[in-house]
């Protein structure tokens, strides 16, 4: 049995996801959520296999609730489900640790195949998403988030994590946290490359 975890603020939507997850044969709804933080909750209670998140909700978004969760619940994994489709998006969820990424305009058989894929460990992506994916990043300024441009610019001027935190108001945790995603998202392995990628894309701007 698949022990499947639901979020989404919108409680119609919601319903009629639990109703359509529950018709799935050996996969059974053990809680809902309608924000990012009673998700989390929900998630060390349930320890489900796989979570259905929604992006964005008030308070804590989906985003922030995905690295929560695969941080804190080993073996739970999560899906993104959401009408939102564009590149930035999809990869700020990947680096949060989401495993796979669905629309939902996505079919009951794709969400469900989505479910099954998830708790068997692979990557399932719809296909709108993995078309967005492939066609890589058209303007460099979509790969990172305003916040993630800034870290990274602070990183290109030699600033140790200690005084990137202190320069933005956020704690050293939070600046590794950034650097993770900032690397997986330009695809450099360490803090050198990252600098270089900024200065090819960013040095005429200062």
């Known amino acids: 049995m698949i022990d499947v975890l639901l979020c989404d603020d919108h409680t119609v939507v919601l319903a009629g996801l639990e109703r359509l997850v529950s018709t799935f044969a050996g996969i059974r709804v053990v809680a809902t959520a309608v924000d ?81 894929a998830a708790a068997a460990g692979e990557a399932p992506l719809g296909p709108k998403v ?13 790969a990172l988030s305003p916040r993630e441009t800034q870290t990274l610019a602070l990183v290109a001027n030699g600033l140790a994590n200690k005084q990137i935190g202190r320069k933005l108001g956020i704690t050293e945790a939070t600046v590794k946290a950034h650097l993770t995603s900032i690397f997986r998202s330009i695809g450099a392995q360490n803090r050198t490359q990252a600098a270089r990628w900024y200065e090819r894309h960013h040095g005429d701007q200062e």
């Open 36 to 116: 990012g933080a009673s998700a989390v909750s929900a998630a060390h209670i349930h320890h489900p296999h796989v979570v259905l998140m929604d992006l964005r909700m008030p308070g804590m978004d989906g985003i922030e609730a995905t690295q929560r969760i695969t941080a804190e619940v080993p073996g739970c994994e999560v899906v993104i489900l959401t009408s939102f489709s564009d590149r930035h998006r999809i990869k700020r969820a990947l680096a949060a640790g989401a495993i796979g990424y669905q629309l939902k305009d996505a079919t009951p058989q794709e969400i469900e195949a989505a479910i099954r």
């Open 130 to 142: 993995a078309m967005v994916l492939v066609k890589g990043v058209a303007d460099p300024d979509e």
